[in-house]
């Protein structure tokens, strides 16, 4: 814009000041003539030549081409001050001027030109985030041609705009300047953080939200990476609300302090509670849990069941940084014992006892590696409820590698995103159980917004394994990978429906949020187990209903209602945590 300006003062100086260099008659004789007597001299005067002076790569057509003025034509001072406009606004020129001398009974108008110097090279300092390529490509003035100062000023706001969209929105240009050489210097701040500053934590430690950011005092500011690390801190599970403020420094703008404010939430949980039905007859609950103990990110978790039938106990413990390494560790303990217990007939007795070990370490920003073994102990009583004559033993060890790749906005209501979970395990037969077993699976989930507050979800299981696996290791249809609307008594005349040595699962969710803590769904699933890697699609089971998910300060709560499409019956049930 100062260019323009800069060009226009100029035409104005040249075609109206009080003085202007004339030459009417073929002497070419220079003299100096009054504003009136211009006008007076240049009035009615024929246009017989016109030439272009002064131009070195922008060549005497091209810029012929874009004149109004012609030759044959009497002067216009308007045509001259369009035109001169015209070959500035080309962007090749840095000054340019007209002047005028008698020729063959008429006026020479003779163009004179100061092009732009041809830039040698373009140098860029300053920049950390984007390269020196991408910024040239952004630029686009070319090296060893001719400076085109359209071109510089669209791609000089097409570099900032580029640096806006990806995040660096305090990033400025600092300087640009033309050397003796030649060449274009561009200078830029991208704009650091000064300081990373954690406000609204009284329960959690500091260190215990520092490790979960990548973002550092010294970095340059990128508000896409600031909003990553705060999702990553939500997804623990710990805050109401995490929300950034950035405090610009009054010395020095270009550096910012990074205000992280969080609402810490309810991590620890407590609920007692008790219920009734004829296939398992009066049961008490107990569970106790804490996310985030003494402020520390760690886990554990208590959940004692105890009916007239059955009983179970589990612990559990997990650490996400264990020893202030990126490294987690995940241990748990279950004990069960009476009927419905894993690897038993249902109308038979016995005792399971199981732990397992669990490591994780990160492999990219997206995907997680983990490890676990796992020791099982199947103690089969038969029918004989007193438990008193053992018929059978089981003893199995494995070790699995596991990778699960999460995408999700919200690892607790996603909403958009995906997440890819796959399984390779190994087990072992020990002592008297001589019976080796291998088995892999492959969990997909993707979620699709639809709508506001609306959305979609998807998801497909697979497992295999080998033929006759233990029970300890067989596939079951239930909790998570439960397909609704089928009761127990049906699932007990049709276990080899709900329980096998390979299994394959779909659902699908359409969710609405009614209200901030309630969200209301319909489904369908369809699935079923198989023997061996016998995969038969006759009788798989299918079902659809409708739902519901309230927030509580123990996490999603949710209830189900199912009609089971082969059985033409319905069935409620109810979820801890989310469908999927």
Do not use: C
Request: proline share 2%; hydrophobic share 35%; aromatic share 8%.
């Amino acid at each position: 814009m100062k260019k323009i300006i800069t060009t226009l003062l100029v035409l104005t100086f040249v075609l109206t000041s009080t003085t202007l260099v004339l030459a009417l008659d073929e002497t070419e004789e220079e003299v100096e003539v009054e504003e009136e007597e211009i006008e007076e001299q240049l009035a009615g005067h024929i246009i017989t030549g016109i030439e272009v002076v002064g131009n070195e790569v922008i060549t005497d057509e091209e810029v012929l081409a874009e004149l109004e003025t012609e030759i044959g034509e009497e002067i216009s001072q308007n045509k001259l001050q369009n035109d001169m406009q015209t070959l500035f606004d080309l962007g090749y020129f840095m000054d340019l001027e007209v002047a005028f001398r008698g020729y063959q009974d008429g006026v020479m108008l003779i163009f004179e030109l100061i092009e732009n110097p041809v830039i040698e090279e373009v140098n860029f300092s300053g920049n950390e985030s984007l390269s020196d390529e991408r910024l040239k490509d952004l630029l686009g003035v070319a090296e060893n041609e001719i400076l085109d100062i359209n071109q510089l000023d669209s791609g000089l706001e097409n570099m900032m705009l580029t640096y806006e969209e990806e995040g660096y929105v305090i990033a400025q240009l600092m300087d640009l300047s033309l050397t003796e050489e030649d060449t274009l210097e561009i200078t830029i701040d991208e704009g650091r953080i000064n300081d990373v500053i954690i406000q609204g934590n009284t329960k959690t430690k500091d260190y215990v939200i520092e490790r979960e950011l990548d973002v550092a005092p010294g970095d340059v500011l990128n508000v896409d990476e600031v909003w990553q690390d705060l999702a990553m801190l939500y997804n623990l599970g710990y805050f109401e609300d995490v929300a950034p403020t950035i405090d610009n420094d009054e010395l020095n703008p270009m550096e910012t302090n990074l205000i992280i404010n969080v609402e810490e939430g309810r991590t620890g949980t407590f609920s007692l509670g008790g219920g009734y039905s004829p296939e398992t007859g009066i049961n008490g609950i107990l569970h106790l849990s804490e996310n985030n103990l003494f402020g520390r990110g760690q886990q554990v978790d208590a959940d004692l069941n105890f009916g007239l039938k059955s009983r179970r106990l589990e612990l559990g413990f997990a650490d996400r940084w264990a020893l202030g390494s990126k490294n987690s560790i995940e241990t748990n303990f279950a004990y069960n014992s009476g009927e419905e217990i894993s690897g038993v007939e249902s109308d038979e007795y016995g005792r399971r006892i199981s732990g397992d070990l669990m490591l994780g370490r990160p492999l990219t920003d997206k995907i997680r590696g983990y490890v676990k073994f796992d020791a099982n102990r199947l103690l089969n009583y038969g029918a004989d409820s007193d438990m008193d004559d053992l018929e059978s033993t089981e003893n199995t060890l494995s070790v699995s590698l596991q990778g699960i790749r999460d995408d999700r906005d919200d690892h607790f209501n996603p909403r958009e995103g995906n997440r890819q979970q796959m399984v390779l395990e190994q087990g072992f037969g020990i002592g008297s159980t001589d019976q080796n077993f291998s088995k892999a699976s492959l969990d997909l989930r993707q979620y699709f917004p639809v709508a506001d507050e609306h959305s979609v979800a998807v998801r497909g299981k697979v497992g295999v394994g080998s033929e006759d696996l233990p029970g300890t290791a067989r596939y079951y249809l239930r909790m998570q990978d439960e397909i609704r609307g089928y009761d127990s008594s049906y699932r007990s005349e049709n276990s080899e429906l709900f329980q096998g040595d390979s299994m394959a699962l779909g659902s699908i969710e359409y969710r609405h949020s009614i209200l901030d803590n309630l969200t209301a769904l319909t489904f369908f699933d369809v699935g079923r187990t198989f023997e061996g890697r016998d995969f038969k699609l006759d009788a798989i089971n299918r079902s659809i209903g409708l739902g519901a998910r309230i927030d509580t300060p123990i996490g999603p709560l949710g209830l189900d209602y199912g009609y089971g499409l082969n059985t033409r019956e319905g069935d409620f049930s109810i979820r801890v945590g989310s469908s999927f």
